[in-house]
């Protein structure tokens, strides 16, 4: 029990960190801190709050986040899931009712870890949150539609449809310098990528377009002229406005805020267990979560989470423990106490071209168009959950979206029971399976028989038991004669499984797979044909293919 309300750094500390671990964490904390010093900027200004918020709640947020959090490696701050949020909860309840709405928030997240709910996060199917992560993704590229160009309109309406409209009815007003200065910052990031992915894209790109833009004088927007007060420094932390009928105003808000953090910290703690072989303490995550929100609330902030691109970056440069983290904030810190002026030069649309990658990566396009080619109850939540999140409001989208899923997988249940007159014949494999399946197992293989669906429900123990074994084995074999279905969030962690094989050099062997997961796996590109998965008929013949 006190062991999973343990924060990682504890562990860490308590394990032994020494002079070595201390300077692998602080050059992935620096190149983590280069990578979100213009995201935290471009993240504030896109959520209708100004730059120094994106940066106050990336150095607040992000610190706790790494302080008190259950995993090892997880860089918070703000992300691009709050951005329609935050912006419709400024433009309802003012940037105070934002603050009421982000330590209310924060409340229920250290509420729910305390209550245990983090393992709750494996119940929400993939295609919702592959649909709504779209949406998202599409929002936050429409909004920056009028930086990108420079078209000079007052008001731009915050819902999808209207927005367009007030953008193509301003086609005359287009910019020419700042659609310059953005495309060329756009074509800067993805050259970068493609020749050097190591180089820091985005600061590369806002530093080049501040620079042409004083230099050649070039009349665009920038973040000094659309925020002249622009104040430098941590501001003094103060409580908001905690009457009654303002949390009663907000409180839709803030359970919004609160799932999307824990859904966003949950996978990215997911997602970085898959890359560094780590293990993080769900309900740990979701307190140091909350205690954040309720810190960057305190000091005027924006909602924080777990960044699935910030956290990628740091496992890639090294880090080792949340002390990378504690870095990564320790030096934005520096630069918002002693580098703000320099923040008046970035061009609007250079931020914009920042916002359209952010926008790209998390629109998960891959995965997306795997997900169409799933059956048709599939397909239906991930356009239904995609479209509601744009055109409607993303609380609906995802409430209609779980509740979709949940009776499409209800009825699948149904129809995989199969009634049969007479005594059930029984299976001299399944009678002793349980007691000889590890008797006749070689040398480096592992073994795991599912008994039962492999839903979205269940998807996620494949992986974490996977991952108790505390070795690398060099053949999997996963026994999938008693699963009679699969579903797209059950095919996930299969491909991830397969994903994390291939870097460790294992191979993955499915004995008895049915018909169903089968025509699952065939859509997914990992049949028989595609080669990247080994079919046994039975688990003896699993056996000899692994000894092979």
């Known amino acids: 029990m006190a062991e999973s309300f343990t924060p990682k750094l504890v562990t860490v500390l308590r394990e032994g960190y020494g002079f070595k671990d201390l300077r692998a964490d602080a050059v992935a904390g620096l190149?983590?801190?280069?990578?979100?010093?213009?995201?935290?900027?471009?993240?504030?200004?896109?959520?209708?709050?100004?730059?120094?918020?994106?940066?106050?709640?990336?150095v607040v947020a992000g610190f706790l986040i790494s302080a008190l959090g259950g995993s090892r490696v997880q860089i918070g701050g703000p992300t691009g899931a709050f951005v329609i949020v935050i912006f419709n909860v400024i433009a309802q309840h003012g940037y105070d009712g934002l603050i009421l709405a982000t330590m209310l928030a924060g409340a229920m997240l250290v509420v729910a870890g305390y209550a245990k709910l983090g393992k709750l996060i494996k119940f929400v199917p993939h295609p919702v949150v592959t649909g709504f992560t779209a949406g998202i993704a599409v929002?936050?590229?429409?909004?920056?539609?009028?930086?990108?160009?420079?078209?000079?309109?007052?008001?731009?309406?915050?819902?999808?449809?209207?927005?367009?409209?007030?953008y193509l009815g301003a086609l005359d007003l287009v910019s020419l310098p700042a659609l310059a200065i953005g495309a060329g910052s756009l074509a800067l990031i993805v050259g970068l990528r493609k020749v050097s992915p190591s180089l820091p894209g985005y600061l590369i790109a806002i530093v080049?377009?501040?620079?042409?833009?004083?230099?050649?004088?070039?009349?665009?927007?920038?973040?000094?002229?659309?925020?002249?007060?622009?104040?430098?420094?941590?501001?003094?932390?103060?409580?908001?406005?905690?009457?009654?009928?303002?949390?009663?105003?907000?409180?839709p808000s803030a359970f919004t805020i609160a799932f999307l953090a824990g859904i966003e910290a949950l996978l990215s703690a997911v997602v970085a267990d898959g890359m560094a072989g780590t293990r993080h303490r769900s309900n740990q995550e979701l307190v140091g979560q909350g205690v954040a929100n309720i810190a960057s609330s305190l000091f005027a902030g924006l909602p924080a989470t777990g960044a699935i691109a910030r956290t990628a970056t740091n496992i890639k440069a090294g880090g080792r423990s949340p002390m990378a983290g504690i870095f990564h904030?320790?030096?934005?810190?520096?630069?918002?106490?002693?580098?703000?002026?320099?923040?008046?030069?970035?061009?609007?649309?250079?931020?914009?071209?920042?916002?359209?990658?952010?926008?790209?990566?998390?629109?998960?396009?891959?995965?997306?168009?795997?997900?169409?080619?799933?059956?048709?109850?599939?397909?239906?939540?991930?356009?239904?959950?995609f479209l509601l999140t744009v055109f409607v409001d993303l609380t609906v989208a995802i409430g209609v979206g779980v509740t979709i899923a949940s009776l499409l997988f209800m009825m699948r249940m149904s129809e995989s029971v199969q009634i049969e007159a007479g005594a059930p014949?029984?299976?001299?494999?399944?009678?002793?399976?349980?007691?000889?399946?590890?008797?006749?197992?070689?040398?480096?293989?592992?073994?795991?028989?599912?008994?039962?669906?492999?839903?979205?429900?269940?998807?996620?123990?494949?992986?974490?038991?996977?991952?108790?074994?505390?070795?690398?084995?060099?053949?999997?074999?996963?026994?999938?004669?008693?699963?009679?279905?699969?579903?797209?969030?059950?095919?996930?962690?299969?491909?991830?499984?397969?994903?994390?094989?291939?870097?460790?050099?294992?191979?993955?062997?499915?004995?008895?797979?049915?018909?169903?997961?089968?025509?699952?796996?065939?859509?997914?590109?990992?049949?028989?044909?595609?080669?990247?998965?080994?079919?046994?008929?039975?688990?003896?013949?699993?056996?000899?293919?692994?000894?092979?």
């Open 139 to 166: 929002i936050i590229a429409s909004t920056q539609v009028r930086d990108f160009f420079g078209l000079a309109i007052d008001y731009v309406p915050a819902e999808f449809v209207p927005q367009w409209a007030a």
């Open 31 to 58: 190149t983590v801190a280069i990578v979100a010093l213009p995201l935290a900027m471009a993240l504030g200004i896109a959520s209708g709050a100004s730059p120094d918020r994106g940066l106050v709640t990336a």
């Open 208 to 251: 080049a377009a501040s620079l042409a833009v004083a230099v050649l004088g070039l009349p665009v927007d920038t973040i000094g002229s659309r925020f002249p007060d622009m104040p430098s420094g941590l501001p003094m932390p103060s409580l908001p406005d905690l009457s009654l009928a303002k949390i009663q105003a907000v409180l």
């Open 425 to 548: 014949a029984i299976d001299p494999e399944e009678e002793d399976e349980d007691r000889d399946q590890r008797d006749v197992l070689p040398e480096g293989v592992e073994v795991f028989r599912i008994n039962g669906p492999f839903f979205f429900g269940v998807a996620g123990e494949l992986l974490d038991t996977l991952r108790r074994v505390g070795r690398r084995p060099r053949a999997v074999i996963l026994r999938m004669r008693l699963v009679p279905f699969l579903d797209a969030s059950g095919l996930a962690a299969v491909e991830e499984l397969v994903k994390q094989a291939e870097m460790s050099g294992a191979r993955v062997i499915l004995s008895g797979v049915r018909p169903q997961p089968l025509d699952m796996l065939e859509r997914a590109g990992l049949g028989p044909r595609a080669g990247k998965i080994e079919y046994a008929a039975d688990y003896p013949a699993a056996i000899s293919l692994a000894e092979a």
């Open 329 to 385: 904030a320790a030096f934005l810190l520096i630069f918002v106490l002693f580098a703000m002026d320099l923040m008046a030069y970035v061009p609007m649309a250079a931020l914009a071209a920042i916002l359209f990658m952010v926008a790209l990566g998390m629109s998960e396009y891959e995965r997306f168009i795997s997900l169409l080619r799933m059956p048709n109850g599939d397909r239906v939540v991930l356009l239904l959950t």
